[in-house]
């Protein structure tokens, strides 16, 4: 069986999608306990960064890659932070900071327009690679609320302050199970298993 290498260096996106993965018996691996480096996300959208982390990964490993590139997209923002997401948390990578800057930018919009809408919606973009350059994308998004203060301590990023469809829970107050239901990740996940996993084992 070949291994499956999850081009991810953050350790909660590996989590996710190890349990996404795991009732479909593939052999998994890390980006990170391989020791491959992290490239840097030239492109400007969630596709081509999430097929550049994949292409990446499988050509210094060998080995066919899954790797995910996802985010927030504030409507009232225009889309942003989109494939900043993470780098809105900052070099420390900490998402109280991006959390608080989404809330402050909010802010702005509102005395500028009177109201503001707080629709947001995640998206993830999936790619699995091979080393010799063949690749598939598969995309899955959740509509939601922003809420205010940030709510729950489950999941990771901008989970506290994202309510999916007409929850009133935030995907930080929901078991990963529940989260692993609605979540942006597990539709992208979905499209990937309906391709199945046959040419992996
Ligand atoms: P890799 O590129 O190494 O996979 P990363 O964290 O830098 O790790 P991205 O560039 O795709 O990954 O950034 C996605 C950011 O969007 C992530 O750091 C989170 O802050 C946010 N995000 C993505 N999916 C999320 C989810 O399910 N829940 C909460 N926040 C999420």
């Not at 960064?49 to 985010?71: F, H, M, Q, R, T």
């Not at 800057?101 to 503001?116: D, F, M, Q």
């Not at 989970?159 to 930080?172: I, S």
């Not at 107050?173 to 040419?199: I, N, Q, T, V």
């Given at each position: 069986?070949?291994?499956?290498?999850?081009?991810?260096?953050?350790?909660?996106?590996?989590?996710?999608?190890?349990?996404?993965?795991?009732?479909?018996?593939?052999?998994?691996?890390?980006?990170?306990?391989?020791?491959l480096p992290e490239p840097e996300e030239t492109?400007?959208?969630?596709?081509?960064?999430?097929?550049?982390?994949?292409?990446?990964?499988?050509?210094?490993?060998?080995?066919?890659?899954?790797?995910?590139?996802?985010?927030?997209?504030?409507?009232?923002?225009?889309?942003?932070?989109?494939?900043?997401?993470?780098?809105?948390?900052?070099?420390?990578?900490?998402?109280?900071?991006?959390?608080?800057?989404?809330?402050?930018?909010?802010?702005?919009?509102?005395?500028?327009?009177?109201?503001?809408?707080?629709?947001?919606?995640?998206?993830?973009?999936?790619?699995?690679?091979?080393?010799?350059?063949?690749?598939?994308?598969?995309?899955?998004?959740?509509?939601?609320?922003?809420?205010?203060?940030?709510?729950?301590?489950?999941?990771?990023?901008?989970?506290?302050?994202?309510?999916?469809?007409?929850?009133?829970?935030?995907?930080?107050?929901?078991?990963?199970?529940?989260?692993?239901?609605?979540?942006?990740?597990?539709?992208?996940?979905?499209?990937?298993?309906?391709?199945?996993?046959?040419?992996?084992?």
């Amino acid at each position: 069986m070949s291994k499956l290498v999850i081009a991810s260096h953050n350790p909660d996106k590996v989590q996710e999608i190890a349990e996404l993965l795991a009732p479909h018996g593939l052999s998994v691996v890390s980006a990170a306990s391989l020791g491959l480096p992290e490239p840097e996300e030239t492109g400007a959208t969630f596709t081509e960064n999430a097929v550049l982390k994949a292409l990446a990964a499988a050509s210094v490993s060998g080995l066919p890659v899954l790797a995910d590139d996802s985010g927030v997209a504030v409507t009232a923002l225009g889309g942003q932070p989109g494939i900043y997401s993470a780098r809105w948390a900052g070099p420390g990578k900490d998402f109280s900071v991006a959390m608080r800057r989404v809330e402050r930018e909010l802010g702005v919009e509102r005395e500028l327009a009177g109201a503001v809408d707080r629709s947001a919606a995640f998206v993830s973009v999936l790619c699995l690679a091979w080393p010799d350059g063949r690749h598939e994308t598969f995309e899955g998004r959740v509509e939601g609320t922003l809420v205010w203060p940030p709510r729950g301590g489950n999941g990771f990023g901008y989970d506290p302050m994202f309510a999916p469809e007409d929850r009133q829970q935030t995907f930080g107050e929901m078991d990963p199970a529940a989260k692993h239901a609605l979540s942006h990740r597990a539709r992208a996940f979905a499209k990937l298993l309906a391709r199945g996993f046959a040419d992996l084992r």
